[in-house]
């Protein structure tokens, strides 16, 4: 069993669609969670992270984390096509000092088309 | 601009033809990182390197080896490639003490022939 699964899709949508991506991991020592954004031809590049349970928001962006399942999640509101793209969930575990021991898990991606 | 470089971007080279992919990040990251991207798998480590001459094996280590002789530069290097070793690469770099947060290079898109 790989230790983080992540929803393959691909995801097709109309714009203006509110987007769930979903991960499942299973180790109990990721602390950091993350969600990455990679577009087509480029590198990942971050577009939110947390630490916590809960939901973090940051435009129209939604992070969920729920520990006790050990399952998170990233929704899109008012989706736009801008946000076609291969999103990726990330995990990492720190050490008790809260330095991170630098490797990341990744999910296998979901590739996000929203169409006009 | 803080940014991880990577070159060259595109390869293509035939079996057995030992080549390195050239990685720098002017961030002063301790933690520097080379990951493949493969269909399906997702991107899955090789190496990696937590300070200036230590590295260790990632998840997928075998035909591959690095070095880190500066903080800045992570070479890695494929003594004999082949068509199995076909697939997108990235470098990564990390300040420890910051949260998480890797910064990733361009890609390299190699193909083994």
């Known amino acids: 069993q790989k230790e983080v699964e992540q929803d393959p899709g691909p995801l097709s949508v109309p714009e203006g669609a509110i987007v769930s991506l979903n991960c499942t991991y299973s180790?109990?020592?990721?602390?950091?969670f993350m969600w990455y954004r990679q577009y087509s031809r480029k590198g990942p590049e971050l577009l939110m992270y947390?630490?916590?349970?809960g939901n973090k928001e940051d435009g129209r962006f939604t992070a969920q984390v729920d520990k006790s399942s050990k399952y998170i999640s990233l929704f899109i509101r008012d989706s736009q096509p801008s946000d076609s793209a291969t999103y990726l969930c990330?995990?990492?575990?720190?050490?008790?000092?809260?330095?991170?021991?630098?490797?990341?898990?990744f999910g296998q991606g979901t590739i996000l088309t929203v169409h006009p | 601009e803080a940014q991880v470089t990577q070159n060259p971007r595109y390869l293509i080279t035939v079996t057995g033809k030992k080549l390195t992919v050239t990685c720098s990040q002017n961030?002063?990251?301790?933690?520097m990182s080379w990951y493949r991207q493969d269909p399906g798998l997702g991107l899955r480590q090789i190496y990696y390197s937590m300070n200036v001459e230590v590295t260790d094996k990632g998840d997928v280590p075998e035909g591959y080896k690095v070095s880190r002789k500066e903080k800045r530069n992570f070479p890695l290097i494929l003594e004999s490639p082949s068509p199995n070793q076909t697939s997108l690469y990235f470098c990564?770099?990390?300040?420890?003490?910051?949260?998480?947060?890797?910064?990733f290079g361009p890609g390299t898109r190699l193909t083994v022939l």
């Open positions: 180790n109990s020592a990721f602390q950091y």
């Open positions: 990330a995990m990492s575990a720190w050490d008790a000092g809260g330095t991170s021991y630098g490797k990341l898990t």
């Open positions: 990564a770099s990390l300040l420890l003490a910051g949260g998480g947060e890797q910064f």
């Open positions: 947390t630490y916590s349970s």
């Open positions: 961030m002063n990251h301790e933690y």
